[in-house]
């Protein structure tokens, strides 16, 4: 069974009469411990379905099957426990909470699943063990680099231990030898058997996984599936040219 | 999401901006110590006013009085009516269970009391029974009231209050010790007199303690005491020491010598038939007043023969009046203090909208990693009722001073009586105007959309 199953899935917004479809009709299946990336210029709507998959916004239409659960039917309750337990968040500005220190930040996720203070510290520093940060566990985040900020903000993905992990742009605020890093830590978490998914307009960040689906005006307009017999060089044509026109 | 994480980070919250933070408790600190200060000196006059009327005979006192105007239709039987005698007095020992003490009054006003040529006059000079002690709510303090048989005899005896012995005798000796002139004599309008007991000092117990500690300063030597004099300061506070200055200068005398030797008014017949000012008894059950009245009534109307030249006075009147004033000073004290939470309210939420707007994107990501409408609901809400119950806390730490300075401040007023409940209550208020004031910010917050949060860049 897949992990995340999307059926026709579309969003739209109204914008002064003007009607957006971000998303028009995006069907996909995930399954557990692949390694994706979705790809497409800016504004073709990426962070869009990023969101729809995880749980923080909901289709206009379509349905969203998590783990077996009908997402569809989900309260808001329902949902802000699978965005707490099943999924992982990082994002391009890291968003961590400045007034926190870092082993605090890694520990708000259980703070809201409820779990005890030694418990807490415990997870939150395995979690910053394995993104190479236990040592700056006091350090605020206006203390750290951009590449110690997104390690931060991985540990917290992490600490859940949640079924898939999503990225929007997870690089874009980091020189390339950090982002390099970045990308060799979610390697290394798929490898471990966690489901990660990049979203990212760069076709070298995207040439990481193995699997990619590229997004164009809300469709999916191309995808290269290993499971699958691809068609590589298309689509690496496509992305590059594109990757230029776009900031 | 456990509450004491969430009211930990709520004060983390309010010490990150501690500034701004004690600017918006300030109001709910003046809320808190108005309330507190109001209901203190409300408490103050409450306790005088109520403690007045019990030294005055408490709820349970009925007067019978004579009353010259008859109704309209016995207008012609004016020549027949006596007003309260002492039959009264028996009929109602005899034919009225619901009363006790029934004690025949005769008073005479400004009568000439001296010794060695120093004199004054008192306010009232009662010719009375010895039951007149207990329903006065007098205690003596030396010597003893003098009896029935004395009365009987008409004999010269008297038993006074302190002021009059402060007039006639000094309050203290060489020695400084309270001066006792239990079976000196003293002359009333001109008459010698035997002094066979002398009551306690009346006096407030704010005022008592004012005065043992003047003593235990050594300031023993004063002809007057100063504080049971009667002072300024507000209508009630004056009534009250009134009241108190009223009690300590009574002289009381037996009936029957004031009747025959002290009263040229007084016409020879029968002792019966002598008018008295009034008839004074207490009720067994203040809740019997209205069945209690009415027997007294039908008791009186039968010696009187139907003549209705009588009337009752209750001290009900006196309680009602203690009771208006007290309501009005709540009520307006009570507005006071609201308006100051009101404004504090206000504050509140003005602090709380503007911190929500500066942390909606804390919000998202709250949100993006599982907090729960509720959660961040809980979250706001809480940092509102933590900064609101800081301002109640140090609205009762502030109370109390200005409880003192306002009290330093106007010296004649009711001394303030701080209450624990109004301290609870005020703070009880507090944390209401907090949860209030935070709940549109809460809501507010709760209902950020998360996508919207985190694009805010
Ligand atoms: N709240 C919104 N209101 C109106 N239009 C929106 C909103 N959010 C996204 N869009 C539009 O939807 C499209 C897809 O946006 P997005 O998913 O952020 O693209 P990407 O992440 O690929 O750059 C864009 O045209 C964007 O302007
Ligand atoms: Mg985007």
Redesign the interface.
Known sequence: MALLELRDIHKTYHLGGETIRALDGVTLDIDPGEFISIIGPSGSGKSTLMHILGCLDSPTSGTLKLDGTMIHDASARQLATIRNKKIGFVFQFFNLLPKLTVRQNVELPMVYSGASNKERRERAMDALRLVNMEDRSKHRPSQLSGGQQQRTAIARALVNDPRIIFADEPTGNLDSNTGEMILQMFDKLQQEGRTVMLVTHDPEIAAVTPRRIEIRDGKIANEIDPKLAGDAPRFEQVSSREAETTP | ??IG?VIQSGI??IG?HWFRSALTMFGVICGVASLVTMASFVKGKENLLRESLAQTGGLEKITLESEDDLPDYQKHLEGEAKGVTLKDVYALQNGAPLVHTVTPIVNKRYPRVSRRGKGTRVSSLLGTWPSAVELLEHEIEHGRMFNMMEDHLGNNVCVIGTEVRNSLFGEYDEQGQPINPVGEKILINYLPFTIVGMFKEYMSDEDRKKKNEAIARGETISRRNPFSRFRGGDRNARRTQYIYYQKNSTVMVPLNTLVSKLDSSYETGSAMDRKLSEVTMKIHDVSLMSPSLQQVRNVVMRTHKGLEDFEFETQEEFADDINLAIHNERVSGMFIAGICLLVGGIGIVNIMLSSISERV??I????????????IFTQIITESVVLAMAGGILGLIVSPILVNTLAGFAEDTTPPVMTSMAMMVAFGFSVLTGSLAGLFPAIKAAKLD??QA?RY?
């Open positions: 999401m456990n994480t983390k919250e990150a994107r804390e998202g990501i709250r949100k993006s990693i599982g907090a729960t409408t509720l959660d998360p996508i985190l860049d």
